[in-house]
């Protein structure tokens, strides 16, 4: 015999047949993939800044002459 039993709980009662209109419907939350995706695309600016400027130093690097 089963230690514990579930109960059936029923959906609550509709009241009409009637598509719910968006005053009815609950604001969704945002999605998590979405904010997941804000995270990698600062990564990615960060990224790329970086090497930009690790670029441009090397290029101002060989345009200065080598001392003598």
Not at 21 to 27: K, L, M, V, Y
């Amino acid at each position: 015999m089963p230690a514990f039993t579930f109960e059936k709980i029923s959906p609550p009662p509709t009241l009409g047949h009637s598509q719910p209109t968006q005053a009815q419907t609950p604001p969704s939350q945002p999605n998590q993939r979405s904010g997941i995706i804000q995270i990698l695309g600062r990564f990615v600016e960060a990224r790329v800044t970086r090497v930009e400027r690790l670029e441009n130093a090397t290029l101002r690097r060989r345009d200065v002459p080598p001392p003598k």
